[in-house]
């Protein structure tokens, strides 16, 4: 036999152990459908959100670690394509994380290679919603730029679009940056209408939303992350699919934005070549940029202040089989989501319900309840009940941003770092009285019953 002969016999016997001990050894987070760990009511928890794979995921880790690339390679440049294709959109970047992926979308918005009028510049405003990750705000800050917080509805969770007109100062506002809330997207007719009439840009963090869909009228529905000029995604375990850290910017129809993000997200160079190609441009040593000497290697002139925020090829190969489950995994969520909204109808006396924005088909991340003033429980004894019998939940992130203790500093170094318009109660209603359950894929109908009746106990 030949050393490749070898080389393919010996990589096949580790595919084949490498699936077996997955088989075995990861049971409890196989997708849906397949046969259970058993669950024991008050013992096994019932996470919030959590990991679904199966021995396909592990065995394209262990592949690709074979060939021991490592840094973005081959599966990551497959799964770009692959995700862009999935979303319907021009380019997609794939970066470290979520939070990554913000700061990158829009950083690349300051960039000199766009045009003066368009290029957010510091002291240039960003409306946002006050409800929320506090990633969604924080490239904002981080890049000079003041944050113009409106408030959110609660029945929504999103931000309020009837306040997007008095948010808006002309010349000062540059863009609209703002998250699909929980899976559940946007007003994006309403959004998309004001920034086209006032030609902002359109940031959609898509993080918690992968597989939402919104339908414009006369348009057929198309899955968010397809709506701005950016948009980003995560795939930290707890979301729509998972590469573990991991995440991607998708430029959505204006190709030049794909160079300026790999700019930034590789250590701002200006040079476009793949990782381990070399003259892509075919004059390497020709070009004359900055005060630097005519032909100084493109690989080493940097045209922006960028990071190094890449993700490794064994996560785009992890991610490559996610992205097919992405179908099903949504399918799971919804049912899931509808599933307790009718096992817990009976208690709308004592909580809100949160509310599909119309015109959507969202892709729950979680399922959000709203104590009602006046309910014989508060929403933190909700949250420490729920702990108790051991139901993950969660409150609404970072709550109202601004009452967050990072915000409240900085307001008091800087009292023009922020504006807000309104009162925020919309965003304080949802600190206040919002906590949420799972409905990822990995969830069993017994679990999803135990959930049912705990919370019937709690409000008895």
Request: overall charge positive.
């Given at each position: 036999m030949s050393a490749p002969d070898d080389q393919e016999a010996l990589a096949a016997e580790i595919d084949r152990?490498?699936?077996?001990?997955?088989?075995?050894?990861?049971?409890?987070?196989?997708p849906p459908g397949d046969e259970p760990e058993p669950f024991i009511a008050g013992k096994t928890v019932v996470p919030y959100a959590g990991r679904v794979f199966d021995e396909n995921e592990v065995a394209a880790a262990v592949r690709t670690t074979l060939d021991f690339w490592l840094t973005l390679g081959p599966e990551g440049a497959a799964f770009e394509t692959e995700l862009a294709l999935a979303l319907g959109v021009k380019h997609s970047v794939a970066v470290n994380s979520g939070s990554s992926a913000n700061l990158l979308a829009f950083s690349a918005l300051t960039s000199h290679k766009l045009p003066k009028g368009r290029r957010i510049a510091r002291g240039d405003e960003v409306i946002t919603c006050a409800a929320g990750f506090p990633t969604t705000v924080a490239p904002i800050v981080q890049n000079g730029a003041v944050p113009v917080f409106i408030d959110s509805?609660?029945?929504?969770?999103?931000?309020?679009?009837?306040?997007?007109?008095?948010?808006?100062?002309?010349?000062?506002?540059?863009?609209?940056?703002?998250?699909?809330?929980l899976g559940n997207p946007f007003d994006l007719l309403a959004v998309t209408s004001f920034c086209t009439r006032h030609d902002l840009w359109l940031i959609e963090d898509n993080c918690d939303a992968?597989?939402?869909?919104?339908?414009?009228?006369?348009?057929?529905a198309r899955l968010t992350g397809s709506f701005g000029d950016l948009s980003t995604q995560s795939f930290y375990p707890p979301h729509h699919i998972t590469m573990g850290e991991g995440g991607a910017v998708n430029v959505v129809s204006q190709p030049p934005l794909k160079t300026i993000v790999e700019s930034f997200r590789d250590w701002g160079r200006d040079c476009w070549c793949e990782s381990?190609?070399?003259?892509?441009?075919?004059k390497r040593f020709e070009w004359k940029q900055g005060e630097l000497p005519k032909g100084y290697d493109h690989k080493y002139i940097y045209s922006h202040l960028g990071y190094n925020l890449k993700p490794l090829d064994i996560q785009a190969a992890i991610g490559r089989v996610q992205l097919r489950r992405l179908g099903e995994f949504t399918a799971a969520r919804r049912a899931h989501w509808d599933y307790l909204r009718?096992?817990?109808?009976?208690?709308?006396?004592?909580?809100?319900?949160?509310v599909p924005t119309a015109g959507s088909e969202p892709s729950w991340f979680g399922f959000m309840m709203r104590v009602k003033i006046g309910a014989n429980i508060s929403a933190v004894q909700l949250s420490q009940c729920l702990d108790e019998k051991k139901v993950g939940n969660r409150r609404l992130f970072g709550g109202n941003l601004v009452r967050q203790p990072a915000f409240i500093e900085l307001k008091r170094d800087n009292p023009q770092a922020f504006r807000v318009v309104g009162d925020l109660a919309g965003a304080d209603e949802l600190m206040n009285n919002a906590v949420f359950i799972g409905v990822y894929p990995g969830l069993k109908r017994p679990m999803l019953d135990y959930v049912v009746e705990v919370m019937h106990a709690i409000f008895r």
């Open positions: 152990l490498v699936r077996a001990y997955s088989q075995k050894s990861h049971r409890a987070n196989r509805d609660p029945s929504t969770g999103n931000a309020r679009v009837d306040l997007l007109e008095e948010a808006f100062v002309p010349g000062k506002t540059k863009a609209v940056f703002m998250a699909h809330t992968l597989g939402s869909r919104y339908t414009l009228p006369g348009q057929k381990g190609k070399d003259n892509t441009c075919g009718a096992g817990l109808a009976d208690l709308s006396d004592t909580l809100e319900f949160m």
